[in-house]
């Protein structure tokens, strides 16, 4: 269970600072010492940021990965060197993004590189705030993989991927990590035009192994690739199939929606916890801690304040630091705000 009532805290991704960005592209210059304190002094910084903000749960920004998921593909044995994208200019969107063509079984005998990072985490985190480890889930991990005769298609690839991730989420707790979002912004993206039924039951055979020993969530958004969605952004195509998700609780993306269909968190607050997001990451915006508070006051009208968490909408790596910074101070304060008013 959460340890307190309207909860705040982040998805998992946080922006590179500026000279890390600039590293990674010149990683030929640095030897295997240098880059490990660049990540070191990067997690550091993300920490730092969180902790200012006052939040209750902190990950480590994911500063040792390249988007929220790309990074694992280096883990993932069967798999080519990414192929250039469709389109490589004019207006950023998912299309100037390339894909993985699978060359033999898809395989990850040395994990995908997660217990590494909250490893890091727990060592450089002070005492106080939650620790939560990322890991995007398969059908999510499966989108940038080009199916092939063995792996007919993208469920097939799914499939494959399936135990990998199982693996993965299950040596995370038996390194200590006690709660975990499995990232599926894939789910909510396309449920309009898939079974739901089916990707519910791939969510949940995926965390099976893992089911009432760590505080489990999931994060549902409509994709953030350089602050553009993709999908029609309605949660109504995912539920009520989405409640069936074996998780403790569940993200929404609304800040950015204009808190359409945000009477949905009552019905998801019946069965679990709900996390909304109440910070605009496409926006550069910035919330103050009366917007936050309103923000608030108007999701405790749909659900408890015992059921409630509050977030970002998504990870803030597509977000400016100067920005993303001066957002979670708002979401903090704002949070405490309506806790102190509420005597909470």
């Not at 299950?170 to 035009?193: F, K, N, W």
């Not at 989405?242 to 945000?262: G, N, P, Q, T």
């Amino acid at each position: 269970m959460k340890d307190r009532p309207l909860r705040t805290t982040v998805i998992g991704s946080y922006p590179f600072p500026g000279w890390l960005e600039f590293a990674s592209a010149h990683l030929d210059k640095f030897g295997e010492a240098d880059v490990k304190e660049l990540i070191e002094d990067a997690v550091a910084i993300a920490i730092h940021d969180q902790m200012a903000a006052g939040l209750d749960v902190i990950t480590d920004g994911e500063q040792a990965r390249l988007d929220f998921n790309l990074s694992f593909y280096g883990f993932i044995e069967g798999i080519a060197l990414e192929s250039a994208p469709p389109r490589r200019f004019g207006p950023p969107a998912h299309d100037q993004r390339g894909q993985h063509q699978i060359t033999g079984e898809l395989r990850a005998p040395r994990g995908l590189g997660a217990v590494a990072d909250f490893e890091r985490l727990k060592r450089l985190a002070p005492p106080g705030p939650a620790l939560k480890a990322s890991v995007p889930g398969p059908y999510t991990l499966s989108g940038r993989l080009i199916p092939n005769q063995r792996y007919p298609d993208r469920h097939a690839v799914t499939e494959a991927l399936l135990p990998i991730v199982r693996g993965e989420l299950l040596a995370l707790v038996q390194a200590g990590c006690r709660e975990i979002t499995v990232d599926e912004p894939s789910m909510s993206c396309y449920a309009h035009r898939e079974d739901t039924r089916r990707l519910v039951d791939i969510f949940n055979r995926a965390v099976e192994p893992v089911i009432g020993k760590c505080r489990l969530s999931t994060h549902l958004c409509f994709g953030n690739y350089k602050a553009r969605a993709v999908g029609p952004r309605r949660y109504a195509p995912m539920f009520p199939a989405f409640l069936d998700l074996k998780v403790d609780e569940i993200h929404l993306e609304m800040a950015s929606r204009e808190f359409a269909e945000l009477e949905i968190i009552g019905e998801i607050a019946a069965r679990k916890d709900v996390a909304v997001g109440i910070i605009d990451v496409k926006s550069y915006y910035i919330e103050t801690p009366e917007d936050v508070a309103a923000r608030v006051k108007r999701c405790l009208q749909h659900a408890p304040a015992d059921r409630l968490s509050f977030a970002p909408d998504c990870g803030l790596s597509q977000t400016a630091r100067w920005a993303a910074r001066e957002k979670l101070k708002s979401l903090g304060r704002g949070v405490q705000k309506v806790r102190q008013e509420l005597k909470l």
